[in-house]
């Protein structure tokens, strides 16, 4: 699903947009989504700058947006931004297959394990 950031113009494809309650599109269409409370991104090498500098700058300026998840592809790691109070977002992370995170704003907490369930990091040259 297209989300649009109506602050600064941007039509985007994020990997994976969560929405509550009624979803607000921009039009008839209903492709293009208004008012996501979580998004992510699976972080690759090729698109990581942007995923975490101006993207990011632009996802925050979406009034309904509560979260910001960044999942790496390198090693067991999520990255969490949440949104608390007027433009402060509070960064943390899970590191590590055996550790959890949780996604506050659709009350889901969920093992790394089961992100990375068949992902192989024994072929990485780290």
Excluded at 22 to 50: A, G, K, M
Excluded at 56 to 66: D, G, T
Aim: proline share 2%; net charge negative; aromatic share 12%.
């Amino acid at each position: 699903m297209r989300v649009f950031v109506p602050a600064t113009g941007l039509y985007t494809y994020t990997d994976l947009v969560v929405v509550c309650g009624d979803p607000q599109f921009q039009d008839d269409v209903h492709d293009t989504l208004l008012n996501p409370i979580l998004l992510i991104e699976v972080l690759s090498e090729t698109t990581e700058s942007y995923d975490r500098g101006k993207k990011f700058q632009h996802y925050r300026s979406i009034e309904s947006l509560q979260e910001y998840i960044m999942v790496s592809q390198d090693e067991a790691r999520v990255e969490k931004y949440v949104r608390h109070g007027d433009g402060f977002w509070l960064l943390s992370e899970a590191v590590g297959i055996h550790s959890e995170i949780e996604f506050s704003s659709i009350e889901c907490r969920i093992l790394l394990s089961e992100i990375y369930d068949k992902v192989d990091f024994s072929d990485d040259e780290h």
